[in-house]
């Protein structure tokens, strides 16, 4: 009768050892599994942040664009397949249309360009000369123009030149001279502000033949 109290007390205690081991065991996975699943959710909302919105397509269009692109895609869906074909070619023409009339622009500008002789965007400062006619008399060419001036009047160009210390300022003061005294300079020629090109390249001309005594 004792020895199998003995008997059944080991096997009490092998079965709660074992029951102790098993605990954990399952403890242990489950701290691993809690673990792993943690590291997926953390590596999940990395690659969430990491991703960047698509840009939109309403992107750099005003209001008023955005609120007829709004009331179009409102409408989209009540059209049956042939009106949505007949809208979509609609819109490819436009879109053509446009481009075609950029094209045509952009010719029309550099054949101007060619006829005139210059560079798109850039101001080309005007043919500028000054000729002797008589002992009394000069002539200034600017561009296609002759303009007669007398010798006094020469003369106060010349005071004007020398009077100024660099080209924008010769310009200006030449500028207001002519608008002064002979506004039909301006007109004929076509000058309407002191930053003419042709205005600074008759300052040095002028500087560069004549003296003031």
Known sequence: ??????K????????AKSSKSTEARGGAK??????????Q?????????AVKPAPSATEGLNEQQRALIEKIEDALPELDVETLALVLRNTQVAIYNRQMEDTRRQVEE?????????????????????????????????????????????????????????????????FKWFERERRDFLLDTGVTS?????????WSLVRSRYKVS
């Open 1 to 6: 009768m004792a020895k199998k109290t003995e």
């Open 8 to 15: 059944q007390s080991e096997t009490k205690a092998k079965s």
């Open 30 to 39: 489950k701290s691993t599994a809690k673990q792993a699943t943690s590291k």
């Open 41 to 49: 959710a953390s590596s999940a909302k990395g690659a969430k942040s």
């Open 110 to 174: 550099a054949q101007r360009a060619v006829e005139e002789d210059r560079v798109p965007g850039q101001a080309q400062a005007p043919g500028v000369d000054v000729e002797q006619i008589s002992d009394q008399s000069f002539v200034i060419v600017y561009g296609p123009e002759r303009i007669f001036f007398n010798r006094a009047e020469l003369r106060e160009i010349a005071r004007i030149c020398w009077a100024a210390e660099d080209e924008k300022s010769g310009a200006t003061r030449l």
């Open 194 to 202: 002191p930053s003419d090109t042709g205005l600074k390249e008759l």
